[in-house]
C-alpha cells in the first residue's frame, strides 16, 4: 500500500508510522512525505530515512486550489492509494479531496467533535475538562469532520499542565495511528 504523508510541523507521527516494523512487514510504502513548512522538522525525519520530501509552500501561489493542483500533480505518478495526515496544519479542499475520495486519514488531538481545529490540548486543558483524547478519521469538507475510524480518551489529571498533557496525547497518537494503519493493510493485502 503506498501512501503519502502529509506533515507540517516536528513529525512525531511521522516518525511513528516509519519506524514501525509491523506497517513495513504488512507492506507500507511511504512513497513521499508532503510539506508546507520549509523549515518543519519533519523534513529532517524524512531525508534521514531516504524518504522523498515535496516542499510546498502556500505563498508560492495565488490561491489554495492552485498550491493543492501542485500537490495532485506531484502524486498522480506515484500512484498513491491513501494519504495519511500526521500534523498538517492546513485544511483539504475538493481540489486535493476529489482526487482521493475516502483515502485521506486525519489525525485530530482530541475527542472529535469537541475541539476541533487548532490548539485543541491547550483549549481542552484550559477549560478544565476531566478528559480529552485521540481521533483518527476520513476527512471530508469540512474542518475536523469526516467518518471516524478510532477514538481513544486521554484523562486529564488534577497534576497535569499542558505540557505534560500534550505529551500524554502525543504518546495515545504515537500508539493508535500505526495501529490504523496495520487493520487498514489487512484490508488492503
Ligand atoms: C499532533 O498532535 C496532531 O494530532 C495534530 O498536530 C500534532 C502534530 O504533531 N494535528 C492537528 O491538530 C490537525 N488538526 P507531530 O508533528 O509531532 O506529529
Not at 7 to 35: H, P, Q, W, Y
Not at 138 to 151: A, C, F, K, L, S
Request: glycine share 6%; hydrophobic share 40%; proline share 5%.
Amino acid at each position: 500500500m503506498r501512501v503519502a504523508i502529509f506533515a507540517s510541523g516536528n513529525g512525531t507521527n511521522f516518525e511513528a508510522l516509519a519506524d514501525d516494523k509491523r506497517l513495513l512487514e504488512s507492506g507500507l510504502e511511504i512513497v513521499v512525505l508532503v510539506c508546507d513548512k520549509p523549515k518543519a522538522k519533519v523534513i529532517k525525519k524524512a531525508q534521514d530515512r531516504n524518504i522523498p520530501v515535496f516542499v510546498n509552500k502556500l505563498s508560492d501561489y495565488e490561491n489554495r486550489s492552485q498550491y493543492e493542483q501542485a500537490i495532485v500533480e506531484k502524486l498522480a505518478p506515484l500512484k498513491i492509494d491513501y494519504i495519511l495526515l500526521a500534523g498538517y496544519m492546513r485544511v483539504v479542499t475538493p481540489t486535493l479531496l476529489s482526487q482521493y475520495p475516502g483515502k485521506i486519514i486525519n489525525i485530530h488531538p482530541s475527542c472529535l467533535p469537541k475541539y476541533s481545529g487548532l490548539e485543541a490540548i491547550e483549549r481542552a486543558f484550559e477549560a478544565g475538562e476531566n478528559q480529552t483524547g485521540v481521533t483518527i478519521h476520513y476527512i471530508d469538507e469540512g474542518v475536523d469532520t469526516g467518518p471516524v475510524i478510532r477514538q481513544a480518551v486521554v484523562p486529564i489529571l488534577d497534576t497535569d499542565t499542558v505540557d505534560t498533557l500534550e505529551a500524554r496525547v502525543h504518546e495515545k497518537e504515537h500508539e493508535i495511528y500505526p495501529e490504523v494503519v496495520l487493520d487498514l493493510l489487512k484490508k488492503f493485502n
